[in-house]
């Protein structure tokens, strides 16, 4: 089975990154890939540069990715209750190509934060919107305070019950 994962930031230090990963790392005989959106940086998207290039080859090769999984791992970064700008722009530029970006694949979708919500918002927003792009959410969880609940040494999460929470959902749903 193949996963591909990723977060939804640019950060070089991403938590969501680091969650997208811990959470793969979970499923059992997998194949792991986790994907940096920094490998998929392209002009702010807008219709005229569209019509200008036309669609951009690092959005195919992103929907070329996301075809190569059996289940997807998204934790979706959030920025002033929203997607990040790195994501949103990969996500636009890949749905002018392909309407459903994310193919139809099971996903197990996540956040998380410095805060207390754990990116909720963000996490909310991309459950209503994902499925009309194709995403088979089979599994959502949110992680709270990021600082306090992961151990960046050990790349996991620390506190036991959040950690039982997330693979309950893997185990039950996936």
């Given at each position: 089975m193949k996963i591909i994962a990723f977060g939804g930031s640019n950060s070089t230090q991403s938590i969501n990154k680091r969650l997208a990963a811990y959470a793969s790392s979970l499923f059992e005989n997998a194949d792991v890939e986790v994907l940096d959106l920094n490998d998929f940086a392209m002009p702010v998207f807008s219709v005229d540069l569209e019509k200008e290039v036309g669609q951009h080859e690092v959005a195919q090769a992103f929907l070329n990715k996301l075809k190569e999984a059996d289940i997807l791992?998204?934790?979706m970064a959030e920025n002033n209750g929203n997607y990040s700008v790195a994501f949103k722009n990969v996500f636009d530029w890949s749905s002018r190509i392909e309407k459903d970006v994310f193919q139809h694949k099971p996903m197990l979708l996540l956040a998380t934060s410095p805060g207390g919500r754990?990116?909720?918002s963000v996490l909310g927003i991309a459950?209503?919107?994902?499925?009309?792009?194709?995403a088979d959410i089979k599994g959502s969880f949110s992680l709270p305070a990021f600082g306090s609940n992961f151990d960046l040494q050990q790349n996991?999460?620390?506190n036991d019950e959040l950690d039982n929470e997330l693979k309950n959902i893997i185990k039950s749903n996936f």
């Open positions: 791992v998204v934790s754990g990116g909720s459950q209503n919107l994902f499925p009309r792009y194709g996991k999460i620390s």
